[in-house]
């Protein structure tokens, strides 16, 4: 089972920024897909951000011009830079990793408050 490991999470104040972080050992450079999903306290998983195989990037209405999805294929990390962090952006935050084959990978989630 691939492990991910993330990081970056804590608590902002409204109009701040964080960086989330998804560490693996595995390669990423031929990832499918990579996507960033949250989970706001009482509500259902949804997704934030996500890249293609080509690079091409698409972002959730709420979090567009605000949230960052990028990778670092050398670091085999991918991160999530957060910016202007609003109190609705509260959640736990989880990546997921799309193989060219077999089940997508997740990562354990890491809780962004913001609040001031």
């Known amino acids: 089972q691939v492990q991910l490991v993330e990081s970056g999470g804590g608590l902002v104040q409204p109009g701040g920024s964080l960086r989330l972080s998804c560490a693996t050992s595995e390669r990423i450079d031929n990832l499918y897909g990579i996507m960033w999903y949250r989970q706001p306290p009482g509500k259902q998983r949804e997704l934030v951000a996500a890249m293609t195989a080509n690079g091409s990037t698409r972002y959730a209405d709420s979090v567009k011009g605000r949230f960052t999805i990028s990778k670092d294929n050398a670091k085999k990390t991918v991160y999530l830079q957060m910016n202007n962090l609003k109190p609705e952006d509260t959640a736990v935050y989880y990546c997921?990793?799309?193989?060219?084959?077999?089940?997508?990978?997740w990562g354990q989630g890491t809780q962004v408050t913001v609040s001031s």
């Open positions: 997921n990793l799309h193989p060219s084959y077999g089940p997508s990978w």
